[in-house]
């Protein structure tokens, strides 16, 4: 099993910024590709960024030039700094585990296997 904690949400306004960590234990060596997700009130949880062992990376096209997603492997922590955030970004934060390489997991939630709690972020105009 893998266990993912988030941290970091929070209210900003809009054009502001906020860094989400999310720090990753247990059977860790098992994952190949790290990621966030979001969910929006009354909307599917979507993808948002992923990295993958190697350092690759990929973004919705939403948060492309915005967002930028990194990890610790280290310290098994992955993050996502936001900038320029929008209303529009308001929702829950998940940070998510693959057991499959990014090329195959990509940003769509059936490939994911383990999943964290949540943090909101409130981005107000």
């Known amino acids: 099993q893998v266990q993912l904690v988030e941290s970091g949400g929070g209210s900003v306004q809009a054009g502001g910024s906020l860094r989400l960590s999310c720090a990753a234990s247990?059977?860790?060596?098992?994952?190949?590709?790290m990621g966030w997700f979001r969910q929006a009130p009354g909307k599917e949880r979507e993808g948002v960024a992923n990295i993958d062992r190697d350092g690759s990376t990929t973004y919705a096209d939403s948060v492309k030039g915005r967002f930028t997603i990194s990890k610790d492997s280290a310290k098994n922590t992955l993050y996502l700094q936001m900038n320029s955030l929008k209303p529009e970004d308001t929702a829950v934060y998940y940070c998510?585990?693959?057991?499959?390489?990014?090329?195959?997991?990509?940003?769509?939630?059936?490939?994911?296997?383990?999943w964290g709690q949540g943090t909101q972020v409130t981005v107000s105009s």
């Open positions: 247990g059977y860790t060596y098992r994952t190949y590709c």
């Open positions: 998510a585990a693959s057991l499959n390489y990014c090329s195959l997991a990509s940003l769509n939630r059936r490939y994911w296997n383990y």
